[in-house]
């Protein structure tokens, strides 16, 4: 089992900038996958950016050039430069086991921590 826990978030103005973490703990598989979701009022959740533990990244169309996604050993972070009001969402972390850019039906969630960008 791995636990997940977010931290960072807040409250920003358009153009700032903002880094979340997610800690995990437990045990994970030699191979898997993590990243970041995010969801805004009355919008569905959708994958921002992800890394295999073999270091395969992936970015979302609407994040290239601004968010940078790293992982330390058990930290998972997310850098987000020039934050755009369409940025604004709550930002959760999500694992599997195996490889999967794409992180379709995560085994694991973080409890998720809230981005806003408001001017």
């Known amino acids: 089992q791995v636990q997940l826990v977010e931290s960072g978030g807040g409250s920003v103005l358009p153009g700032e900038s903002l880094r979340v973490a997610c800690l995990a703990s437990?045990?994970?598989?030699?191979?898997?996958?993590w990243g970041w979701f995010r969801q805004a009022p009355g919008h569905d959740r959708t994958l921002v950016a992800s890394?295999?533990?073999?270091?395969a990244l992936y970015y979302d169309d609407s994040v290239k050039g601004r968010f940078t996604i790293s992982r330390h050993k058990y930290i998972m972070a997310l850098q987000m430069d020039d934050l755009k009001l369409e940025d604004a969402a709550v930002y959760y972390c999500?694992?599997?086991?195996?490889?999967?850019?794409?992180?379709?039906?995560?085994?694991?969630w973080g409890q998720g921590t809230q981005v806003t960008v408001s001017s």
């Open positions: 890394v295999t533990s073999l270091g």
């Open positions: 437990g045990d994970m598989n030699a191979l898997y996958t």
């Open positions: 999500a694992a599997k086991d195996g490889l999967d850019l794409r992180l379709i039906d995560p085994q694991y």
